[in-house]
T-cell receptor
Framework: EPEVTQTPSHQVTQMGQEVILRCVPISNHLYFYWYRQILGQKVEFLVSFYNNEISEKSEIFDDQFSVERPDGSNFTLKIRSTKLEDSAMYFC?????????????FGPGTRLTVL | DAKTTQPTSMDCAEGRAANLPCNHSTISGNEYVYWYRQIHSQGPQYIIHGLKNNETNEMASLIITEDKKSSTLILPHATLRDTAVYYCIVTRHPGGTSYGKLTFGQGTILTVHP
């Protein structure tokens, strides 16, 4: 069964450093998403990406964040200058985007720790 | 997207059916009810979804009331591995101005005990 994969599983970085979190969505899916979950809190939507551009983003997704689909398979989330409060689990998801059904499938997540 | 209300926690005995309720009184006709679960800190796992009719798959059944204002997720024979946080989410599918984002609440912590 196809699945979303994410790398690395755990990333430790120093405050102020740039990090890139990588995701390989399910092949043939058209919609891509990033969510995050701070320890003990709700899963929060960050951004959706469709047709090679951001389609929707939350207030959390400020200028420090960017997303890219550099090739036909990878989908990345970049945080330019990490802050302590960026420490969280980051989940990538993808969806087929058809009208009648659009289940989002989530990856296992990347745990980001900012020191 | 419509807001959902779920109990904070529930218990269930192993082998029994787990019935998880969800209220979504402001749901509109083109909004779907989705159920996901999250085991520990793993990625949310899709369970089932429906628009207005009851649905069943290999994992669970979804019962949606006729007025769509509430639904119940049924795990027919709960196992210890079903212990997780269960999220009821109302969303529209991509199309028009919707891009299908999921808004997670706190969910219901289901504990299955021996």
């Amino acid at each position: 069964e196809p699945e979303v994969t994410q790398t690395p599983s755990h990333q430790v970085t120093q405050m102020g450093q740039e990090v890139i979190l990588r995701c390989v969505p399910i092949s043939n899916h058209l919609y891509f998403y990033w969510y995050r979950q701070i320890l003990g809190q709700k899963v929060e939507f960050l951004v959706s990406f469709y047709n090679n551009e951001i389609s929707e983003k939350s207030e959390i997704f400020d200028d420090q964040f960017s997303v890219e689909r550099p090739d036909g398979s990878n989908f990345t989330l970049k945080i330019r200058s990490t802050k302590l409060e960026d420490s969280a689990m980051y989940f990538c998801a993808s969806g087929a985007g058809t009208t009648n059904t659009d289940t989002q499938y989530f990856g296992p997540g990347t745990r980001l720790t900012v020191l | 997207d419509a807001k959902t209300t779920q109990p904070t926690s529930m218990d269930c005995a192993e082998g029994r059916a787990a019935n998880l309720p969800c209220n979504h009184s402001t749901i509109s006709g083109n909004e779907y009810v989705y159920w996901y679960r999250q085991i520990h800190s793993q990625g949310p796992q899709y369970i089932i979804h429906g628009l207005k009719n009851n649905e069943t798959n290999e994992m669970a059944s979804l019962i949606i009331t006729e007025d769509k204002k509430s639904s119940t997720l049924i795990l027919p024979h709960a196992t210890l591995r079903d212990t997780a946080v269960y999220y009821c989410i109302v969303t529209r599918h991509p199309g028009g101005t919707s891009y299908g984002k999921l808004t997670f609440g706190q969910g219901t912590i289901l504990t299955v005990h021996p």
